[in-house]
């Protein structure tokens, strides 16, 4: 890849392919000090990007090549152990991102690499939402000794800055007192929905800028299996796509990450999902700000 295994990028671009615009930066976080059943997201964002070598460059629906808006690809993120350290390191990658003008794609690793990301948007943007499209809510206060575990998520986000929650079907009942019903799309409310009416609510919900994190196991997992903590009853692909367009053309996403893909062997296919769903997402963030 590039001739160095250990910088591999984006769709397998060179290096320089689109030098000196002000486009999408990748960041990999092989991060999974706080995953708590099945280990081995830190080998998410490899695989992410070996398998998006294979992910056509023309996207279809919006009639472009994003590639050409310029993606550049980070080396991998060296991060300590912790959680608060690796957090610290994010937030600074993410903040110098957003001080030249580009859009931070932040790769996991487990969700917690999202926190730091959040952290910078917020002290950036006066009027930042973050979206979160998770099967879990994430809002426990502290979990296993810990205020950054990946459980803790969202808890942090709405901290710093309004949230909306879509896809959540599994939370702990110390979690529910602090769930906003108006700003939580439940799966098993809009997988019923008669139309995508739910989808215009929830950009309604959101403010001039947007951080959108997505969690792998949102989807249902006989789509993406691939992932730490799989919950039955997910979202499927082209909801979940006609979602990311809507808020593309909302707000303004100023940047966004693709967590808890957890490679296993004989399904490669969650790997080039995720690779393709990052290209989707820039492909409607770039035709949003065209229009």
Request: charged content about 25%; hydrophobic content about 45%; some cysteine.
């Amino acid at each position: 890849m590039n001739g160095n295994p250990a910088h591999a990028t984006f769709l397998r671009l060179p290096a320089d392919a689109t030098r000196g615009i002000a486009g999408s930066v990748i960041v990999p976080v092989p991060y999974d000090g706080t995953s708590t059943w099945q280990k081995g997201a830190d080998a998410g964002p490899a695989a992410l990007l070996e398998a998006s070598a294979a992910v056509e460059l023309y996207d279809i629906e919006t009639a472009r090549e994003p590639w050409r808006d310029g993606i550049r690809t980070l080396p991998v993120l060296d991060v300590p152990p912790d959680p608060e350290g690796m957090s610290s390191v994010v937030r600074e990658t993410v903040a110098a991102i957003l001080d030249r003008g580009e859009l931070p794609v932040v790769l996991g690793g487990e969700h917690s690499v999202t926190i730091g990301a959040v952290d910078a948007a917020a002290g950036r943007f006066d009027d930042l939402t973050v979206l979160q499209i998770d099967a879990h809510a994430d809002t426990r206060e502290e979990y296993e000794g810990s205020s950054h575990n990946h459980a803790c998520v969202m808890a942090r986000a709405r901290e710093r800055c309004p949230i909306v929650q879509v896809g959540i079907r599994a939370v702990d009942a110390s979690e529910m007192p602090g769930l906003d019903p108006a700003r939580v799309f439940w799966a098993h409310d809009i997988a019923g929905a008669a139309d995508d009416s739910w989808m215009d609510e929830v950009a309604g919900l959101l403010t001039g800028h947007v951080y959108v994190t997505i969690d792998l196991d949102a989807f249902d997992p006989s789509f993406i299996p691939a992932t730490g903590t799989p919950e039955p009853g997910g979202l499927e692909w082209y909801p979940v796509n006609r979602l990311l367009r809507r808020v593309a053309r909302a707000s303004r996403v100023v940047g966004f990450d693709v967590v808890e893909l957890l490679p296993a062997e004989g399904h490669h296919s969650s790997a080039f999902a995720a690779a393709k769903l990052v290209y989707r997402f820039l492909a409607e963030i770039g035709a949003a700000r065209d229009a």
